[in-house]
């Protein structure tokens, strides 16, 4: 079975962290780009980071110096490692993933436009709350 696994949300007070997980079971996740994206309730959809094919990344100014996006291919899982969180990244955080069978390493470039996609894949979502 094809799935994302998101994973790794809770109760943080201001200036902790968390990491959230993007786990992939039935495909490889070499071959696609991730994005992590959040909604926060009555706010439309952010796209927060992105790794590609290659390894490029992409962080929105909203979390740039804070979070940082890795793949552990070994484990087919991308992680989003979130430093000094503060309230407002309170929301619930989704995994995307997007085919790049030929490996181009350009989807970064998508998310940072802030066009809407049609992801192959999505994680169910996890839960962050930031408290102040």
């Known amino acids: 079975e094809v799935q994302l696994q998101a994973s790794g949300g809770g109760l943080v007070q201001t200036g902790g962290s968390l990491r959230l997980s993007c786990a992939a079971s039935?495909?490889?996740?070499?071959?696609?780009?991730v994005v992590w994206f959040r909604q926060a309730p009555g706010q439309e959809r952010e796209g927060v980071s992105c790794?590609?094919?290659?390894?490029?990344?992409y962080y929105s100014d909203s979390v740039k110096g804070r979070f940082t996006i890795s793949r552990d291919s070994a484990k087919n899982t991308v992680y989003l490692q979130m430093n000094n969180l503060k309230p407002e990244d309170t929301a619930v955080y989704y995994c995307?993933?997007?085919?790049?069978?030929?490996?181009?390493?350009?989807?970064?470039?998508?998310?940072?436009?802030?066009?809407?996609?049609?992801?192959?894949?999505w994680g169910q979502g996890t839960l962050v709350t930031v408290s102040s």
């Open positions: 039935g495909f490889t996740f070499n071959y696609f780009s």
């Open positions: 995307a993933a997007e085919s790049d069978p030929f490996l181009t390493g350009g989807h970064c470039t998508v998310v940072e436009s802030g066009e809407s996609y049609d992801y192959d894949y």
């Open positions: 790794i590609s094919t290659k390894d490029n990344t």
